[in-house]
């Protein structure tokens, strides 16, 4: 996981190759507080959004470029 943004209430969180499959909560979050673990496909488009709590997963370096 490289970077977290926050701008208001909206999360965006920047992901690499070595983060894939990914998945919502990342396993750096705390887990007493979160929702149940949900599988992502970034892959195809490069960003994605997590149904349950909206934070937005951007894919990026090699991986990224490859998914386009």
């Known amino acids: 996981m490289d970077a977290v943004k926050r701008t208001g209430k909206e999360r965006q969180i920047e992901v690499t190759g070595a983060d894939l499959p990914l998945h919502c909560p990342m396993p750096s979050q705390k887990v007493w507080n979160s929702h149940p673990r949900v599988f992502l496909p970034i892959e195809q ?24």
């Open 45 to 68: 488009t490069g960003e994605v959004l997590c149904p349950y709590c909206g934070t937005r997963y951007v894919l990026k370096g090699s991986a990224a470029r490859s998914a386009h």
